[in-house]
């Protein structure tokens, strides 16, 4: 009963022309008739009368500024409203905040989506209607922008766009101006980290991939991207820490191997090779058609039968054990010859310099 109580008076206070002044009642009177003209006239009187009337900024948005429009003003319109008072109760009973948020959202939603079918179809387009498409889709983006600022789905998408259309400063300005209104947002940290690292800045782009991976210590493909963007900076034992954490959360098993196949490379690059022929042959269990991991092995095997030839790195010279390993290096390249047949030669050159190290050691033997 108190709710259905609370409603009557609600409509009562709405329509009870005492509660108003005469030029807000005649508004009322004309948005009622959709006479828009005479609606913005007496809207306009109204708030000559009643400045900070949450109701006639919230009409003058909404019914005339908004129907034109005309963002600017209507966005001016809510914010003034808002800045009374958020939670301020007007027309039916609803809070100005939510009767702002409904509005706003509702002609954002549709200039959005637009933009978004926009963006599939230049994707789906070749580059010269692509184009046209392109900028079709960043000036819809840009409206969305207009119409609600908060709105932090408007700055990845859109920030990608500039990105498409080689414009970097925009690009970035866009997807920082999102970074500033949602800083605890993943996907706008993970975008930011994209879009740089796009730009061959990868120090600019650590931050906010690091915050991504805090924000999602689960999301398999931020974590990846922060190996990767470790690995190029040169920091190559975070980049190894990072791949593990990334190899424990992920569960595509094809996925799972490509990350595997990066920890070898990183270990063959410090000359763990121990911990590399580990990595690739977990790359090559994972996924037996990934004759990159089998060519992974030659390489740790390979280096393997170096420091044992040459007795560097901690090894004692054993060129028994350098020839071993060089045969199974040999024997590695073979299997990923017959997963990649059609490039036979290339593995033809790498097999005989194997053989040349192989018979160097075992000449040196006798």
């Not at 408007?154 to 999102?178: A, H, Q």
Request: glycine share 6%; charged share 30%.
């Amino acid at each position: 009963m108190r709710k259905l109580t609370f409603l009557t008076i609600a409509l009562l206070t709405f329509l009870i022309p005492g509660c108003a002044s005469e030029e807000l009642t005649s508004a009322r009177l004309y948005i009622q008739q959709k006479n828009w003209v005479k609606a913005e006239e007496f809207l306009l009187k109204a708030l000559e009368v009643e400045l900070e009337n949450q109701e006639v900024l919230y009409s003058l948005g909404k019914f005339i500024y908004a129907k034109n429009e005309d963002w600017e003003n209507m966005n001016k319109m809510f914010d003034q409203a808002l800045s009374i008072n958020p939670e301020g109760v007007i027309l039916l009973g609803g809070t100005v905040r939510e009767y702002v948020e409904q509005t706003r959202y509702e002609h954002w939603s549709k200039i959005f989506n637009k933009g978004v079918s926009s963006v599939k179809k230049y994707y789906e387009q070749d580059q010269k209607d692509g184009e046209i498409t392109l900028k079709e889709s960043i000036n819809l983006f840009e409206t969305a922008v207009q119409i609600y600022p908060s709105e932090i789905k408007n700055y990845p998408i859109l920030s990608r766009c500039y990105f498409e259309m080689e414009d970097s400063l925009k690009s970035i300005t866009t997807v920082k101006k999102g970074v500033e209104i949602s800083p605890d947002n993943f996907d706008i940290n993970l975008t930011a980290g994209q879009i740089i690292n796009n730009m061959n800045n990868k120090q600019g782009a650590l931050p906010f991939l690091k915050h991504a991976v805090e924000l999602e210590p689960h999301n398999s493909a931020a974590i990846q991207l922060l190996a990767q963007v470790y690995y190029d900076l040169g920091k190559q034992r975070e980049a190894i820490e990072t791949y593990k954490i990334a190899i424990n959360e992920e569960e595509d098993k094809k996925v799972k191997a490509d990350l595997y196949f990066n920890l070898g490379v990183i270990y063959n690059q410090m000359s763990d090779f121990d911990a590399a022929e580990m990595a690739f042959d977990e790359a090559y269990y994972l996924n037996d058609q990934d004759f990159e991991a089998v060519l992974g092995m030659a390489r740790a095997y390979e280096g393997l039968g170096d420091k044992y030839k040459d007795g560097t790195d901690g090894f004692e010279e054993d060129l028994t054990e350098a020839a071993r390993w060089y045969r199974k290096a040999g024997r590695k390249i073979k299997d990923a010859m017959t997963i990649d047949f059609e490039n036979e030669e290339k593995y033809s050159r790498q097999l005989e310099l194997i053989q040349y190290k192989k018979n160097i050691v075992e000449g040196e033997q006798e």
